[in-house]
């Protein structure tokens, strides 16, 4: 159920993605940019300059009358006010004209309560291409190094063993954080060495679990709550013995990647599955393909970043070139 403060038609949309399996986090920012879009039109239609965004109380009266009137060159409208007054990137935008298409597209297709799409031509901000952050081999060495040494004690030494457990299985695994907060310890099959996560768009994949991974989930499992536990399944436990949060998790791994390795906050728990992958790939000799398997992108696109982050290979490629040394005699 979503709150009765949206109006019918947000909320008839929103109860549509969630049937279509869609994650939490999805529906959420669905909500958040829709909310906001609304806003916006709500505050345009009032035709007052002394008014802002945060002045619109309530969006519940907007109806399928109101959208009816929505084209194309509102959206754009729209598009420049988060680029030019609230400073969105073009990733962020990008989001956001995703979330307008899937609304629109539900009034039109699903719903027919308006007359035509306004978002079907609407086009993405263009996205340059940003290669993914990632710790090299040796701040990976150190950073477990440095949470495995720590001399700690008493509650504070299990809270360790657990961090490097989950620490192991982000710089291992290359999951992403809402698959390591998911594990169930049924999901772990220690004489294969397997794991089954959830992925984006409840999807589930198996993840090979090599040495590391498994021993430092084994050494969890020896000092890991049993008294009192709130989720019993649940493999990692926050100090109130529920299952561990995502916040929690970001906060522990910003905390150790500053305090160990120097880092700032720009280093975060998916930084370390992008460092996953490069080890991987430059270490491993993995093909793209396999890669795209281990990470569980949908598509190779998606992975294909990854081939391109070595500078190293690609100087030595040239300098193995049979010409590189080729130096033709003067006559």
Request: with cysteine; proline share 2%; net charge positive.
């Amino acid at each position: 159920m979503f709150d009765n403060k949206l109006p019918k038609l947000l909320r008839d949309y929103l109860n549509y993605s969630s049937n279509l399996n869609k994650s939490s986090n999805t529906i959420k920012e669905y909500q958040y940019d829709l909310v906001n879009f609304l806003k916006y039109m709500k505050l345009q239609s009032l035709n007052n300059r002394k008014m802002t965004i945060d002045d619109i109380e309530t969006i519940t009266d907007i109806d399928s009358k109101f959208l009816n009137n929505v084209d194309i060159n509102d959206l754009y409208e729209y598009m420049t006010y988060l680029k030019d007054k609230c400073n969105d990137s073009a990733v962020t935008r990008a989001r956001k004209v995703a979330s307008l298409r899937g609304f629109f597209k539900y009034l039109h297709v699903k719903a027919r309560v308006i007359d035509d799409n306004p978002a079907k031509e609407l086009e993405s901000p263009k996205l340059g291409k940003r290669l993914p952050k990632f710790l090299t081999l040796e701040q990976s060495t150190s950073l477990l190094n440095g949470v495995k040494n720590a001399p700690l004690t008493g509650k504070q030494h299990d809270n360790r063993i657990r961090d490097y457990a989950i620490i192991t299985l982000f710089l291992n695994c290359g999951m992403r954080l809402a698959e390591l907060v998911g594990i169930d310890i049924t999901h772990i099959k220690f004489d294969e060495a397997l794991l089954t996560v959830v992925g984006k768009g409840n999807k589930e994949r198996t993840i090979y679990l090599n040495k590391a991974a498994l021993s430092a989930i084994k050494e969890y499992l020896e000092v890991r709550p049993t008294d009192g536990v709130i989720d019993k399944n649940a493999l990692f436990l926050s100090e109130r013995k529920t299952r561990i949060s995502r916040r929690t998790v970001q906060n522990l791994i910003k905390n150790y990647l500053r305090n160990i390795c120097g880092l700032t906050e720009h280093y975060s728990t998916h930084k370390l599955r992008h460092t996953a992958a490069t080890l991987m790939y430059q270490y491993g000799n993995v093909d793209i393909r396999a890669l795209q398997e281990i990470l569980g992108h949908e598509s190779i696109a998606t992975t294909e970043i990854y081939t391109h982050v070595d500078n190293s290979q690609i100087r030595e490629a040239v300098e193995n070139n049979p010409l590189a040394n080729y130096n033709p005699k003067e006559k």
